[in-house]
């Protein structure tokens, strides 16, 4: 099946979008122009939650609603709407709490918590504070949680007395460089901890005035853990003039206007979930949604529905288990409010895009980033025609290319189509600006001016960038290269297929041979029928040098916690290798 293009026109927004001629803005882009659309603090000053609050105060945005907290439990609680004033107070005294402990500038704070109001105004008032801030995901375990708190070593956490209880209090008080844990509920039972404060008591008596830190533009201000998809996590350092970045983006491939209601269903504890759960659209003065439940594909459909979302962003996984409960849940909801579509964080099956077009009218608008990107770095515009697959093209500010690491340095491919690693030029502001504790590996994602990547593109004639693999996961097969993704999304075609993953296992005769896992929609059984089937597509499709020799059948692929199907896993499970670093497993996939 090929997949045609859905011209701009065919998916074009009701109003206009904030980037329409990406040609002429790509090539007069300048990020110090640029710098004019914040507000800035004096003297190249700036701060990330100046930019995202203090801003907007004395203007319209200040009387919007900032954020619309939707409490798990949805019958024990309504949801509570927090407005951008109130969240400029509640970060200011969260702020002034931190100072009353003697916790200055530059000290670190991390947040162990779920997505309650209390995250987002400890990680704004940590941000005015001149802290780094780090968020982590709530369902970790105590050893990742305990790792990460070793690399980073903050002088402050902020959590909750359930959390502490569950995942921290057997070791949390060997840890000598911690000095405060700040409990944001209010829970009566002691927490066995002498470092430990209630913030409710000192938010009463805080003042809800702040006056933000002036920060450089090159001060850290956010520590962000990679997911662990190809091992151990890394601890990725952004700094505060990364806002820029924060909000460009936002402003060009999320297509955010001030009326939006947009909601990014990614979890702080992951980077999509700060720089766009968080930061971009304060900036841009939208209100956001904050679902503190969990994926519920009903539930998911009825906030779309009744919060008349305008602006959705999430990932593959999630759609695709959408796409397993059928078009027909979805026709059972009011989806008219839904405008723009956007994905990350794995590549997104053409399969899934077309999916968009027919269930809800709209495509879904695929997006290239990473941790250490700090922000979106490739995406398909609502300017611009979609190829279903594509990632598409380089934000404006960003030059990317396709190149090899040669013995002298970097050699760039000429040819469109070719496949080489994705290289991007430094200088964006997102940019990460070390790994912690990890130099040697930092200095070595550079060559001269270009950042690599470690993920396999190549980019067409046209200018679009398609994603072939991460560096470590393509196969080589009797001299071809092969992309997992390319092999993936064919099974996606099927009917039968919930999801799939493709790995190489070392063959004699061929280097390596390809084998493919899928796990299947419900109600579908696993028969040999269904096994010869799924192959013989894959070889018409995709030939016999490219289509697996073989296919298992599992009931779920192992996924990191922020959804992205783990093919090391995979191969070290059929290898009998050392499974490596799980700490970002889900649970399900054990
Ligand atoms: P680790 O670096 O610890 O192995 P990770 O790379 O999965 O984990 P992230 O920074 O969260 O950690 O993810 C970035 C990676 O996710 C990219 O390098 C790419 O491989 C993949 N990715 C993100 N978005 C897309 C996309 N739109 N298409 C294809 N791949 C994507
Ligand atoms: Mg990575």
Same mark, same amino acid.
């Given at each position: ?23 002429l ?64 107070a509640?970060?200011?005294r ?34 005015k504070h ?43 008080h ?8 700040i ?12 470092r ?77 979930g ?41 990932a ?11 078009k ?16 990350v ?43 279903p697959?594509s ?117 004699e ?19 040999? =029928?269904?096994?010869?089937e799924? *192959?013989?597509? !894959? +070889?018409?499709?995709?030939? $016999?040098?490219v289509?697996?020799? @073989? &296919? /298992? ?9 922020? =959804?992205?199907?783990?093919?090391? *896993?995979?191969? !070290? +499970?059929e290898?009998?290798? $050392?499974?490596?670093?799980?700490? @970002? &497993? /889900?649970?399900?996939?054990?």
């Amino acid at each position: 099946m090929s997949y045609p293009i859905i011209s701009k026109r065919e998916h074009a927004s009701p109003a206009p979008p904030n980037l329409r001629d990406y040609d002429l803005v790509h090539s007069k882009f300048s990020w110090d122009q640029a710098r004019e659309k914040l507000a800035g603090m004096g003297e190249g000053k700036l701060n990330i939650a100046f930019e995202a609050l203090d801003r907007h105060r004395g203007t319209e945005i200040e009387n919007h609603v900032a954020l619309r907290f939707l409490p798990k439990d949805e019958n024990a609680a309504s949801p509570q709407d927090i407005s951008y004033r109130q969240l400029l107070a509640d970060s200011n005294r969260f702020a002034n709490v931190l100072a009353s402990l003697g916790v200055t500038r530059g000290d670190r704070v991390y947040c162990l918590s779920g997505r309650i109001p209390g995250l987002y105004i400890a990680a704004l008032g940590a941000l005015k504070h001149g802290c780094l801030f780090t968020p982590l995901f709530s369902a970790f375990g105590p050893e990742p949680i305990r790792s990460r708190m070793d690399i980073g070593q903050p002088s402050v956490l902020v959590t909750t007395s359930r959390l502490y209880r569950k995942k921290l209090a057997d070791w949390a008080h060997e840890l000598p460089y911690l000095d405060h844990v700040i409990l944001l509920d209010d829970d009566p039972a002691e927490t066995p901890d002498r470092r430990a404060v209630k913030l409710s008591a000192l938010m009463s008596s805080a003042s809800p005035d702040y006056s933000t830190q002036a920060m450089a533009p090159e001060e850290p201000a956010l520590l962000h853990f990679t997911s662990g998809t190809t091992g151990k996590p890394k601890g990725a350092i952004h700094v505060h003039q990364a806002v820029l970045a924060h909000y460009v983006t936002a402003e060009f491939a999320l297509d955010l206007q001030p009326r939006d209601i947009y909601w990014c269903t990614a979890d702080p504890g992951w980077v999509t979930g700060t720089s766009y759960g968080i930061i971009a659209p304060l900036t841009h003065g939208v209100t956001m949604i904050v679902d503190e439940a969990d994926f519920d594909a009903e539930r998911w459909y009825r906030t779309l529905q009744d919060q008349h979302v305008s602006v959705w962003y999430t990932a593959p996984t999630a759609i695709r288990m959408l796409m397993k409960y059928g078009k027909e849940m979805a026709d059972r909801f009011d989806l008219s409010g839904l405008r723009f579509l956007a994905s990350v964080g794995e590549p997104l099956n053409p399969e899934a895009v077309k999916w968009g077009m027919e269930t809800l009218g709209l495509p879904f608008h695929d997006n290239w980033w990473q941790t250490e990107t700090g922000g979106i770095m490739i995406a398909n515009f609502s300017s611009m025609d979609i190829k279903p697959g594509s990632m598409g093209k380089p934000l404006p500010g960003i030059e990317a290319a396709i190149a090899h690491r040669t013995a002298e340095g970097i050699e760039f491919l000429q040819n469109s189509d070719e496949t080489g690693e994705l290289v991007l030029k430094t200088g964006w502001p997102s940019m990460f600006r070390g790994y912690l504790n990890e130099d040697e590996r930092y200095h070595k994602c550079f060559i001269g001016d270009w950042y690599l990547t470690g993920d396999l593109a190549r980019c067409d004639e046209d200018g679009y960038f398609w994603f072939v693999g991460r560096a470590d996961d393509v196969i080589k097969s009797s001299g071809h290269l092969i992309g997992p993704f390319e092999v993936e999304s064919v099974f996606m075609e099927h009917p039968a297929v919930a999801e799939a993953g493709v790995i190489g296992i070392p063959d004699e005769v061929s280097g390596e041979a390809v084998k493919a896992f899928v796990a299947l929609k419900p109600g579908i059984e696993a028969t040999e =029928g269904l096994q010869k089937e799924l *192959l013989g597509l !894959a +070889r018409k499709r995709l030939g $016999p040098a490219v289509a697996p020799k @073989t &296919l /298992e059948f599992r009931v779920a692929l192992p996924k990191t916690r922020s =959804g992205k199907i783990m093919r090391r *896993l995979l191969k !070290a +499970r059929e290898l009998g290798l $050392p499974e490596g670093d799980t700490s @970002t &497993l /889900e649970e399900s996939g054990k």
